[in-house]
């Protein structure tokens, strides 16, 4: 049974893998968190949430919920599989749900991934506007059950005659096309706000995707500069290693501290290291303010490393 709807899924890197074919074909998914799921700085996989194209951005673990003829099933957006249930009078009730937590993904991957997935939420919204919901967002309906009102409020008042007898089918009639009319302008209003609300979130949307473009560019010019120090996968072995011997250069050099800087990527985002000794001072103390021009005091070290976890739990 193919249960991925991702083609070539050896050379994906998502969160959900399907790794079903190597499995005998026996369900086997296993789901790679992004680096930014944490839990008090522990890689976790956060609880799905559903896609809402009103909101500017997806949700870390999001879905997609589906059911066809009883059958359940729940994909990400890029259609990958993740449960699915049987109804119990269809093979049995078979289900699968279980998913085994893989090894984290960096911050790298998870920006790709995630990339890929906003590309597709932004399309889909465009497709929304322009399909799902362009031919919902007018007045005709509303416009006929408004004419229908008019029509049996004009023979109800037209047949009260002088002791206010009336034939009761107008009457019936009036209330009968008075609640159609409420029934379509409500679905005519809930149309209108939907498209209104995914039209201006695409603006934000679109300003998300250009944001991890520009992070992963970054990314990929400071790896060839040997600029790069990435310690955002929170599942690796004394992961903040690579950062605390750069510090040490830094302090053994006895040059002023303003000649060294990388790239770091933590779990939530990439900083200059500038930067994070720019604000040491609000973390550390008025005291703890670098001065660029010096070498950096060996007591910064650590005030420095205190910083940089105190960003991965925030």
């Given at each position: 049974m193919r249960i991925n709807a991702i083609n070539n899924q050896q050379t994906f890197k998502g969160l959900f893998i399907d790794h079903s074919k190597e499995n005998g074909g026996n369900w086997k998914m296993e789901y790679r968190p992004y680096s930014w799921e944490l839990k008090e700085g522990v890689p976790v996989m956060q609880n799905k949430e559903h896609v809402n194209y009103e909101k500017a951005q997806l949700p870390a673990n999001e879905e997609i919920y589906v059911n066809t003829h009883g059958r359940e099933s729940s994909k990400d957006i890029l259609g990958t599989e993740s449960y699915y249930k049987f109804p119990p009078d269809v093979n049995n009730g078979e289900m699968r749900s279980r998913i085994d937590v893989g090894f984290p993904m960096n911050r790298e991957e998870s920006l790709n991934v995630y990339l890929k997935k906003m590309e597709k939420f932004n399309k889909d919204k465009r497709q929304i506007l322009s399909h799902d919901l362009k031919y919902k967002v007018d007045f005709f309906s509303v416009d006929n059950a408004y004419n229908d009102f008019n029509s049996s409020l004009s023979k109800y008042n037209n047949d009260r005659g002088f002791f206010g007898g009336i034939k009761s089918e107008h009457s019936d009639n009036m209330a009968e096309n008075a609640k159609y009319m409420y029934e379509r302008a409500k679905i005519l209003y809930e149309n209108a706000s939907k498209y209104v609300n995914i039209n201006e979130s695409i603006q934000d949307t679109e300003s998300a995707i250009e944001k991890i473009k520009e992070e992963l560019s970054l990314i990929e010019k400071a790896k060839i500069e040997n600029n790069y120090i990435d310690i955002s996968n929170r599942a690796v072995n004394d992961v903040d290693r690579p950062l605390e011997t750069y510090l040490d250069e830094i302090v053994s050099s006895n040059r002023p501290v303003g000649q060294f800087n990388k790239y770091i990527s933590l779990p939530k985002r990439s900083y200059w290291l500038r930067d994070i000794l720019s604000c040491l001072h609000e973390?550390?103390?008025?005291?703890?303010?670098?001065?660029?021009?010096?070498?950096?005091?060996?007591?910064?070290?650590?005030?420095?490393?205190?910083?940089?976890?105190?960003?991965?739990?925030?």
């Open positions: 973390y550390a103390g008025s005291w703890m303010k670098v001065d660029f021009n010096v070498a950096l005091p060996p007591e910064a070290k650590e005030k420095v490393m205190g910083l940089v976890r105190y960003l991965v739990w925030k």
